[in-house]
């Protein structure tokens, strides 16, 4: 008796866009980047800093990890094993079912005591949260570099700024759309999360609540996602 190859577990999302229309995504591939500032002077620095702290350092950069499809999601609520885990500010890069580009916000919620052995395994230890509403990525090409960038997170009911930023920092998402053309990518169900912006010093990342927002200063226009970080229960055995 011969068995059916499974397909892998998938995420269904949906984007609300300005006009009010509905796009409706079978994730097929998560790519998160990684090390992707704009400059990559700036990256070789980073790179040396999380070398000191255990974190192993990227045979290149910029960075590109697989992520489960199903780590996709557009939820309020990451569970988690521990409380070494935190988020990154992000925009995502998401291929449409018509194949249109569209961006929209996102939070990479990473495991930190795991990133030490490995990066790769700590991006597929929780979730990718993505917003619910989106842009047409030609809506503002024309001011990509414009559009904001901030995280905050929560602590005993108070919400502190803890990243800050505009999309001039990161490689823009013209870098990633020919990356992944070359690589045959380019495809409907295909989500690309760009990498992060620097981390502002004193702030305690391991919150109980994370919250991104994606900003268009042009129009007043902005997309954010948000979610709990529940702790799961302890083990047993």
């Known amino acids: 008796m011969t068995t059916k190859p499974t397909q892998p577990a998938r995420s269904s999302l949906t984007f609300e866009l300005p006009d009010g229309s509905l ?139 803890v990243q800050s930023g505009t999309l001039a920092e990161l490689l823009p998402p013209s870098y990633w759309v020919e990356v992944l053309r070359e690589r045959g990518d380019l495809v409907p169900g295909t989500v690309l999360i760009s990498g992060t912006i620097p981390m502002a010093e004193g702030v305690d990342q391991f919150a109980g609540r994370w919250r991104v927002e994606l900003g268009d200063p042009a129009t007043g226009r902005t997309i954010d996602c948000s979610y709990d970080v529940v702790p799961l229960p302890e083990p047993i055995g």
Not at 102 to 117: F, I, M, Q
Not at 121 to 133: E, F, G
Request: net charge negative; aromatic share 6%; with cysteine.
């Open 23 to 161: 796009h409706h995504v079978e994730v097929v591939q998560v790519l998160n980047a990684g090390y992707a500032g704009r400059s990559q002077d700036d990256v070789a620095a980073h790179v040396a800093e999380l070398a000191e702290l255990g974190v192993p350092a990227p045979s290149v950069t910029p960075a590109l990890y697989p992520v489960s499809p199903y780590l996709a999601q557009q939820t309020g609520q990451v569970s988690v094993q521990h409380d070494r885990t935190s988020g990154e500010a992000e925009w995502a890069l998401v291929v449409a079912a018509d194949g249109e580009l569209l961006l929209t916000a996102a939070c990479d919620h990473t495991d930190r005591a795991l990133e030490v052995h490995g990066v790769a395994w700590s991006k597929n230890a929780a979730p990718d949260v993505l917003a619910t509403r989106a842009w047409r990525l030609s809506d503002v090409a024309s001011r990509l570099d414009d559009l904001t960038l901030r995280a905050w997170v929560t602590h005993d009911g108070e919400e502190t700024e």
